[in-house]
Protein backbone atom coordinates (compact mmCIF):
# COMPACT_ATOMS: atom_id res chain seq x y z
CA UNK A 1 0.00 0.00 0.00
CA UNK A 2 3.01 2.08 0.87
CA UNK A 3 3.90 2.20 -2.88
CA UNK A 4 0.06 3.00 -3.55
CA UNK A 5 0.60 6.21 -1.44
CA UNK A 6 3.87 7.40 -3.34
CA UNK A 7 2.32 7.30 -6.68
CA UNK A 8 -0.47 9.12 -5.78
CA UNK A 9 1.56 11.93 -4.78
CA UNK A 10 3.38 12.40 -8.16
CA UNK A 11 -0.01 13.66 -9.74
CA UNK A 12 0.24 15.16 -13.36
CA UNK A 13 -2.27 16.58 -15.47
CA UNK A 14 -3.64 13.84 -16.58
CA UNK A 15 -4.92 12.10 -13.11
CA UNK A 16 -7.66 14.63 -13.15
CA UNK A 17 -9.10 11.76 -14.98
CA UNK A 18 -9.42 9.99 -11.98
CA UNK A 19 -10.98 12.43 -9.78
CA UNK A 20 -14.21 14.89 -9.01
CA UNK A 21 -13.43 17.91 -7.71
CA UNK A 22 -16.27 20.20 -5.64
CA UNK A 23 -15.75 24.05 -4.59
CA UNK A 24 -17.93 25.93 -2.56
CA UNK A 25 -17.13 29.88 -3.30
CA UNK A 26 -19.21 32.44 -0.17
CA UNK A 27 -19.09 36.46 -0.76
CA UNK A 28 -19.74 38.24 1.63
CA UNK A 29 -21.25 42.07 1.61
CA UNK A 30 -17.69 43.43 1.69
CA UNK A 31 -16.19 41.64 -0.68
CA UNK A 32 -14.40 39.21 2.31
CA UNK A 33 -15.42 35.80 2.03
CA UNK A 34 -14.27 31.96 1.76
CA UNK A 35 -13.08 29.15 -1.15
CA UNK A 36 -13.31 25.66 -0.22
CA UNK A 37 -12.15 23.49 -2.86
CA UNK A 38 -11.79 19.52 -2.71
CA UNK A 39 -10.67 16.76 -5.05
CA UNK A 40 -11.65 13.50 -4.28
CA UNK A 41 -9.42 10.15 -5.49
CA UNK A 42 -11.05 7.40 -3.19
CA UNK A 43 -12.55 6.41 -7.01
CA UNK A 44 -8.76 6.43 -7.89
CA UNK A 45 -7.34 4.49 -5.35
CA UNK A 46 -9.97 1.84 -5.28
CA UNK A 47 -8.81 1.07 -8.80
CA UNK A 48 -4.99 1.34 -7.63
CA UNK A 49 -5.94 -1.02 -4.56
CA UNK A 50 -7.70 -3.20 -7.03
CA UNK A 51 -4.81 -6.04 -6.93
CA UNK A 52 -4.60 -5.60 -3.19
CA UNK A 53 -5.67 -9.06 -1.16
CA UNK A 54 -6.74 -6.54 2.49
CA UNK A 55 -6.50 -3.31 3.16
CA UNK A 56 -3.80 -1.18 5.46
CA UNK A 57 -3.66 -0.36 9.27
CA UNK A 58 -3.71 3.45 7.79
CA UNK A 59 -5.81 6.27 8.55
CA UNK A 60 -4.90 9.74 8.34
CA UNK A 61 -7.15 12.74 9.22
CA UNK A 62 -5.32 16.14 9.63
CA UNK A 63 -5.00 19.99 8.82
CA UNK A 64 -1.98 21.17 7.41
CA UNK A 65 -1.60 24.98 7.77
CA UNK A 66 0.07 26.54 5.13
CA UNK A 67 1.80 29.16 6.76
CA UNK A 68 3.80 27.21 7.94
CA UNK A 69 5.48 26.64 4.43
CA UNK A 70 4.61 30.18 2.20
CA UNK A 71 6.48 31.96 5.69
CA UNK A 72 9.92 30.46 4.13
CA UNK A 73 9.62 30.60 0.69
CA UNK A 74 12.24 32.40 -0.78
CA UNK A 75 10.35 33.10 -4.11
CA UNK A 76 7.31 34.25 -2.71
CA UNK A 77 6.19 38.25 -2.53
CA UNK A 78 4.96 39.59 0.38
CA UNK A 79 1.56 39.96 -0.95
CA UNK A 80 1.47 36.32 -1.58
CA UNK A 81 2.19 35.08 1.46
CA UNK A 82 -0.25 36.87 3.25
CA UNK A 83 -3.03 35.71 0.66
CA UNK A 84 -2.18 32.23 1.65
CA UNK A 85 -1.06 33.02 5.27
CA UNK A 86 -4.51 31.58 6.53
CA UNK A 87 -5.28 28.94 4.19
CA UNK A 88 -5.17 25.28 5.35
CA UNK A 89 -5.35 21.99 3.18
CA UNK A 90 -8.03 18.86 4.80
CA UNK A 91 -6.69 15.62 4.05
CA UNK A 92 -8.40 12.42 4.76
CA UNK A 93 -7.19 8.75 3.61
CA UNK A 94 -8.69 5.59 5.16
CA UNK A 95 -6.78 2.47 4.09
CA UNK A 96 -8.42 -0.02 6.33
CA UNK A 97 -11.34 -1.03 4.13
CA UNK A 98 -10.59 -1.98 0.59
CA UNK A 99 -14.42 -1.67 -0.28
CA UNK A 100 -14.60 1.72 1.37
CA UNK A 101 -11.31 3.28 0.76
CA UNK A 102 -11.36 7.03 1.24
CA UNK A 103 -8.41 10.08 -0.36
CA UNK A 104 -9.91 13.25 -0.29
CA UNK A 105 -7.83 16.58 -0.12
CA UNK A 106 -9.07 20.33 0.43
CA UNK A 107 -8.15 23.85 0.45
CA UNK A 108 -10.17 26.01 2.91
CA UNK A 109 -8.90 29.43 1.46
CA UNK A 110 -10.53 32.72 3.10
CA UNK A 111 -10.01 36.35 1.66
CA UNK A 112 -10.25 39.32 2.53
CA UNK A 113 -11.63 41.62 -0.57
CA UNK A 114 -12.50 40.13 -4.11
CA UNK A 115 -8.92 42.00 -5.33
CA UNK A 116 -7.43 39.05 -3.15
CA UNK A 117 -9.45 36.76 -4.18
CA UNK A 118 -8.92 37.26 -8.09
CA UNK A 119 -5.32 37.35 -6.69
CA UNK A 120 -5.64 34.19 -5.15
CA UNK A 121 -6.73 32.40 -8.29
CA UNK A 122 -4.04 33.36 -10.52
CA UNK A 123 -1.70 32.44 -8.13
CA UNK A 124 -2.67 28.77 -7.55
CA UNK A 125 -2.29 28.37 -11.53
CA UNK A 126 1.49 28.95 -10.74
CA UNK A 127 4.67 27.39 -9.76
CA UNK A 128 5.19 29.40 -7.02
CA UNK A 129 1.82 27.95 -5.58
CA UNK A 130 3.07 24.57 -6.90
CA UNK A 131 6.05 24.27 -4.57
CA UNK A 132 4.40 25.59 -1.72
CA UNK A 133 1.54 22.78 -2.05
CA UNK A 134 4.08 19.66 -2.98
CA UNK A 135 6.04 21.00 0.27
CA UNK A 136 3.15 21.17 2.47
CA UNK A 137 1.69 17.69 0.77
CA UNK A 138 5.50 16.31 1.42
CA UNK A 139 4.37 14.18 4.95
CA UNK A 140 6.80 10.85 5.92
CA UNK A 141 3.41 9.03 6.46
CA UNK A 142 2.58 9.47 2.26
CA UNK A 143 5.99 9.23 0.75
CA UNK A 144 7.99 6.64 3.18
CA UNK A 145 10.99 8.43 2.01
CA UNK A 146 12.80 11.38 1.94
CA UNK A 147 13.70 11.10 -0.86
CA UNK A 148 10.56 11.22 -2.45
CA UNK A 149 9.15 14.18 -0.79
CA UNK A 150 8.76 17.23 -3.20
CA UNK A 151 10.13 15.55 -5.94
CA UNK A 152 6.99 15.80 -8.29
CA UNK A 153 7.35 18.73 -11.09
CA UNK A 154 5.80 22.21 -11.46
CA UNK A 155 2.05 22.68 -12.54
CA UNK A 156 1.25 18.76 -11.04
CA UNK A 157 -0.59 19.62 -7.59
CA UNK A 158 -3.76 18.20 -7.19
CA UNK A 159 -5.50 21.64 -7.45
CA UNK A 160 -4.03 22.37 -10.93
CA UNK A 161 -7.42 20.72 -12.78
CA UNK A 162 -9.82 22.97 -9.87
CA UNK A 163 -8.20 26.04 -11.04
CA UNK A 164 -7.97 25.72 -14.99
CA UNK A 165 -5.26 27.83 -16.49
CA UNK A 166 -7.35 27.98 -19.83
CA UNK A 167 -9.80 30.29 -18.05
CA UNK A 168 -9.15 34.17 -17.03
CA UNK A 169 -12.17 34.82 -14.59
CA UNK A 170 -12.58 38.40 -13.22
CA UNK A 171 -14.82 38.76 -9.70
CA UNK A 172 -15.69 42.43 -9.25
CA UNK A 173 -18.48 44.27 -6.63
CA UNK A 174 -21.80 43.56 -8.79
CA UNK A 175 -20.49 40.77 -11.89
CA UNK A 176 -18.58 37.65 -12.29
CA UNK A 177 -16.82 37.54 -15.69
CA UNK A 178 -15.02 33.97 -16.98
CA UNK A 179 -13.47 33.88 -20.35
CA UNK A 180 -11.69 31.37 -22.49
CA UNK A 181 -7.87 32.08 -22.86
CA UNK A 182 -7.33 30.70 -26.23
CA UNK A 183 -3.28 31.06 -26.19
CA UNK A 184 -3.39 28.61 -23.18
CA UNK A 185 -6.07 26.68 -23.92
CA UNK A 186 -3.24 25.89 -27.00
CA UNK A 187 -0.89 25.50 -24.70
CA UNK A 188 -2.93 22.82 -22.36
CA UNK A 189 -4.20 20.60 -25.45
CA UNK A 190 -0.52 20.74 -26.46
CA UNK A 191 0.69 19.19 -23.25
CA UNK A 192 -1.45 16.50 -23.12
CA UNK A 193 -0.54 15.75 -26.49
CA UNK A 194 2.87 15.43 -25.41
CA UNK A 195 2.15 12.87 -22.72
CA UNK A 196 0.52 11.16 -24.94
CA UNK A 197 -2.70 11.72 -23.71
CA UNK A 198 -5.25 11.81 -26.38
CA UNK A 199 -8.83 13.36 -25.53
CA UNK A 200 -10.74 12.02 -28.40
CA UNK A 201 -9.36 8.29 -27.76
CA UNK A 202 -11.98 6.18 -26.82
CA UNK A 203 -10.36 5.24 -23.37
CA UNK A 204 -9.31 8.94 -22.67
CA UNK A 205 -12.39 9.89 -23.36
CA UNK A 206 -14.34 7.60 -21.27
CA UNK A 207 -12.36 8.76 -18.28
CA UNK A 208 -12.76 12.15 -18.65
CA UNK A 209 -16.49 11.80 -18.91
CA UNK A 210 -16.47 10.01 -15.43
CA UNK A 211 -14.80 12.96 -14.55
CA UNK A 212 -17.45 15.69 -12.89
CA UNK A 213 -16.94 18.94 -11.44
CA UNK A 214 -19.65 20.91 -9.05
CA UNK A 215 -18.96 24.48 -8.31
CA UNK A 216 -21.22 26.09 -5.86
CA UNK A 217 -21.52 30.56 -5.73
CA UNK A 218 -22.66 31.95 -2.67
CA UNK A 219 -23.45 35.93 -3.53
CA UNK A 220 -24.28 38.45 -0.76
CA UNK A 221 -27.42 39.76 -3.02
CA UNK A 222 -29.51 38.62 -5.53
CA UNK A 223 -28.34 37.14 -8.77
CA UNK A 224 -29.81 40.27 -11.57
CA UNK A 225 -28.36 38.38 -14.73
CA UNK A 226 -27.25 35.29 -16.24
CA UNK A 227 -24.88 35.11 -19.31
CA UNK A 228 -24.28 31.78 -20.37
CA UNK A 229 -26.17 28.22 -19.65
CA UNK A 230 -23.12 26.51 -17.59
CA UNK A 231 -24.36 28.17 -14.07
CA UNK A 232 -28.14 27.22 -12.29
CA UNK A 233 -29.67 29.16 -9.55
CA UNK A 234 -30.43 27.38 -6.44
CA UNK A 235 -31.78 30.15 -5.02
CA UNK A 236 -32.18 33.89 -5.38
CA UNK A 237 -28.20 34.28 -4.46
CA UNK A 238 -26.80 30.51 -4.85
CA UNK A 239 -25.63 28.84 -7.85
CA UNK A 240 -24.33 26.02 -8.79
CA UNK A 241 -22.09 24.78 -12.28
CA UNK A 242 -21.70 21.07 -12.77
CA UNK A 243 -19.52 19.56 -15.85
CA UNK A 244 -17.51 16.39 -16.65
CA UNK A 245 -14.00 17.23 -17.52
CA UNK A 246 -14.17 15.73 -21.38
CA UNK A 247 -16.77 18.70 -22.02
CA UNK A 248 -14.32 21.31 -20.31
CA UNK A 249 -11.31 20.41 -22.45
CA UNK A 250 -13.38 19.92 -25.90
CA UNK A 251 -15.67 22.74 -25.36
CA UNK A 252 -14.39 24.95 -23.15
CA UNK A 253 -16.75 27.47 -24.32
CA UNK A 254 -19.78 26.11 -22.74
CA UNK A 255 -18.33 26.98 -19.34
CA UNK A 256 -17.53 31.02 -20.27
CA UNK A 257 -20.21 33.26 -18.33
CA UNK A 258 -21.23 36.31 -16.77
CA UNK A 259 -23.21 36.99 -13.66
CA UNK A 260 -24.38 40.43 -12.65
CA UNK A 261 -25.88 40.84 -8.55
Not at 43 to 54: D, F, Q, R, Y
Not at 58 to 81: E, G, L, P, Q, R
Not at 143 to 153: P, T
Not at 206 to 216: D, W
Request: proline share 2%.
Amino acid sequence: MKKILIILLACSVILTACLDSETKTTINADGSGKMIATVDLSEMLKMMAGSEKEGGNFVMDTTINIKSFSDTASKMSAYHKALVRDMKIKLLMDMRDLSQLQFKVSIDAPFKSLEDFNALNELMKNNDFDEIFDNAMSNPLLSGDKEDAGSSKPGDNLFASVFPAIFNCKYSKNSIVCKVDSVKYKQTLEGLTSMDFNINGDMESKMLEAAVFTNTLVLPRKVIKITGDSWKKTNDKELVQTGNYLDLYKQPGKYEYSIQY
